[in-house]
């Protein structure tokens, strides 16, 4: 049922008779099936990244009767259209390159810098923790001393 209905609509909106041959179910229980998942809502982004700009593409050159009656046919509305031409233009657009690197560049020297602090704290740690444990031993051997 889900694939039948699925082949029904966007991106593929193969035709009700035709799937109804194909999977062997009447063409009205189809068409119910079809308008069960349309009126819940399911399956309204069902466009994959790819089949949103073939939509795109295909609509670009269009008039605005043609592209309006292209988006009826497929079940999506021309403001989604324009979203994804929207998203897409947003997506090849790589604002301030030269200033990616240098800004990458300067989280490297960061990261170098907090790196090296970390290695000098660390040892510090270490060695302040061996002085007091020679200091706690020297203090356990005296003390065995005195009271002796």
């Given amino acids: 049922k ?8 966007a991106p593929e909106c193969a035709d009700v008779n035709v799937v109804a041959q194909q999977v062997g179910v009447r063409a009205d229980t189809l068409a119910r099936w079809r308008s ?3 009126s819940s ?8 990244a790819g089949s949103r700009l073939e939509a795109v593409l295909a609509t670009a050159a269009l008039s605005e009767e043609k592209r ?11 403001s989604e259209i324009d979203a994804w031409r929207e998203a897409a233009t947003r997506s090849l657009e ?6 990616d690197r240098s800004t990458r560049a300067a ?14 704290k660390e ?3 270490a060695e302040a923790a061996a ?14 001393d005195a009271d002796a």
Avoid: H, M, Y
């Fill in 36 to 38: 069960e998942v349309l």
């Fill in 131 to 144: 002085l007091l444990v020679l200091s706690k031993k020297l203090e356990a051997i005296f003390q065995q």
């Fill in 94 to 99: 790589r604002p301030g390159a030269l200033s």
């Fill in 41 to 48: 809502g399911v399956n309204r982004e069902g466009w994959t």
């Fill in 2 to 9: 889900d694939r039948a209905v699925a082949r029904l609509l």
């Fill in 107 to 120: 989280d490297r020297k960061r990261v170098r810098e907090l790196e090296r602090d970390l290695k000098r």
């Fill in 68 to 78: 309006n009656a292209w988006c009826r046919e497929r079940g999506v509305f021309p």
């Fill in 123 to 125: 040892k510090a740690l």
